[in-house]
């Protein structure tokens, strides 16, 4: 049974923790994008490093499947021996199984051994993009605050500003008709800035849904604004899955669900050129850089490493 004290500090930590939900950490705004531009180039770093993912994690599960059929066909007649018509078989099906799964195993370790510490950086690095984004997401995606963030250094804004600066429900409506007619996004600010300053009742009288008259406004960097963030959120969700299936984690359904919702959000000019069909690299070219980045790297005994032949 639940104790009046009990339900005193239930209250206390629900408030403290509405306390510390509402605290916002200045630190995470340091990197974070501040326009449309910085937008885009997120996206493009994210992109990047995504792409680098999916080569590494592909050139890792191909050489596994290739090795695993190599050395199935290889265990297969492994033990067995023919007098005649007859064949003996000295070791048996469930020791070749055995033998097998643990040559797949060695090799596979060694195979994601060779690119883990490039993969853990890359995937640390798509989750610090993912922290900048998150930090000022917000801003780009309220009409209302980007019409406010465009026309923030506009001087036309503080005159207007100043001449409805007593102005009634009335002017204001018509400030906001003349704002969208014109395409005056400063005018529509100040008039927006006027409407907020209002009381209750005489924001009634004004016709206008703020969102309405921004969304009229910065359409096309609501648009940019939507897709760069889209796409950086793609980048980072299928970096983490294509790290994942190259440590052999299979994805989801309910992971892949997730991804295509996502992927419905973004144009269909952006999501043609996302073709993971023009990032692959071949085995050959993937070795050739981890030989750069690994000078003299060893390659075990009866281990096929990458690009390198067959065991």
Do not use: C
């Not at 299928?238 to 973004?266: D, V, W």
Request: glycine share 6%; hydrophobic share 35%.
């Amino acid at each position: 049974m639940t104790t009046p004290n009990d339900k005193i500090r239930a209250g206390l930590d629900a408030r403290n923790q509405a306390k510390s939900a509402g605290s916002f950490d200045l630190a995470s705004l340091q990197g974070a994008p501040a326009s449309i531009a910085d937008l885009q180039k997120l996206a493009a770093k994210a992109t990047a490093k995504r792409d680098r993912l999916k080569v590494l994690s592909e050139s890792i599960v191909s050489a596994i499947e290739q090795h695993t059929q190599k050395k199935k066909a290889e265990f297969a007649e492994l033990g067995k021996t023919r007098e005649g018509n007859l064949i003996r078989d000295e070791l048996g099906d469930n020791r070749r199984r055995t033998m097998l799964d643990r040559e797949v195993s060695r090799f596979s370790r060694e195979a994601r051994k060779i690119s883990s510490e490039e993969r853990v950086k890359l995937v640390q690095e798509l989750r610090d993009i993912s922290s900048k984004l998150e930090a000022t997401k917000a801003g780009f995606t309220d009409p209302v605050g980007l019409l406010s963030r465009r026309t923030l250094a506009d001087p036309k804004r503080a005159t207007y500003s100043a001449n409805l600066a007593s102005a009634g429900p009335v002017a204001v409506e018509d400030a906001l008709r003349t704002a969208v007619l014109t395409g005056d996004a400063s005018l529509a600010a100040a008039s927006l800035n006027r409407l907020d300053a209002m009381s209750k009742d005489s924001r009634k009288l004004v016709r206008f849904s703020k969102k309405d008259v921004a969304e009229s406004l910065v359409a096309e960097e609501l648009g940019k604004a939507t897709e760069f963030i889209t796409m950086t959120e793609i980048a980072a969700a299928e970096g983490e899955l294509a790290n994942g299936e190259a440590e052999g984690k299979r994805t989801t359904a309910n992971q892949k669900i997730g991804l295509g919702i996502m992927k419905s959000k973004l144009p269909k000019t952006a999501e043609a050129e996302d073709d993971p069909e023009k990032k692959t690299l071949s085995a050959e070219t993937w070795e050739k850089q981890l030989d750069a980045k690994f000078p003299g790297r060893p390659v075990p005994d009866n281990v096929t490493v990458i690009g390198r032949g067959d065991a």
